[in-house]
């Protein structure tokens, strides 16, 4: 089970990549309430894209249970309601991995003993499954390079990785 937070999401999807993974994954994906809102609250193309998802139920929507969490969880690790609700919900089903390419969240995640998984880690898996070709992979990351937030290390990193070396 992945557990996807807005970030991560509309990343994938400005780079293609969402259509391919949701194509391929055999296990059980899903986001809370407080992403549903915020992905497809906009007429942009992704979200339309993942609303269609949605519809199609490639992506669940569950509602977390626990809301004092998410607040506490917002509170201490300044993160907003969506990327709260995503951590909760992966404490609440026990099993998952989060999606997320926030930095709080992320850092919330190694403290709670969360797994996750970043944009750059699909893109990194999709080369490697065969899914994208290197040459696919590095066109991508260098997409995902101008509208995400990562460090030149984790680019060069990933680039390295996509290369094979």
Do not use: W
């Not at 999401?9 to 993974?21: E, G, N, P, S």
């Not at 339309?48 to 917002?74: C, F, P, T, Y």
């Amino acid at each position: 089970m992945i557990i996807f937070d807005s970030s991560t999401l509309i990343l994938l999807t400005r780079i293609d990549v969402l259509d391919l993974f949701l194509s391929s994954f055999e296990g059980t994906v899903i986001i809370p309430e407080k992403v549903r809102l915020e992905v497809t609250r906009s007429d942009k193309e992704d979200a339309e894209s993942i609303n269609r998802h949605i519809e199609d139920k490639k992506i669940g929507v569950v509602k977390v249970k626990n809301v004092a969490l998410v607040k506490r969880l917002m509170d201490d690790f300044s993160i907003d309601a969506g990327e709260a609700e995503a951590l909760t919900l992966a404490g609440e089903k026990k099993a998952g991995i989060v999606a997320t390419d926030d930095r709080n969240a992320i850092r919330a995640c190694k403290l709670l003993k969360l797994e996750f998984v970043t944009a750059v880690s699909f893109l990194i898996r999709a080369v490697e499954k065969g899914v994208l070709s290197k040459d696919e992979g590095i066109v991508k990351l260098k997409k995902l390079q101008s509208i995400g937030r990562y460090s030149k290390q984790i680019l060069d990193d990933a680039a390295r990785q996509i290369q094979g070396g």
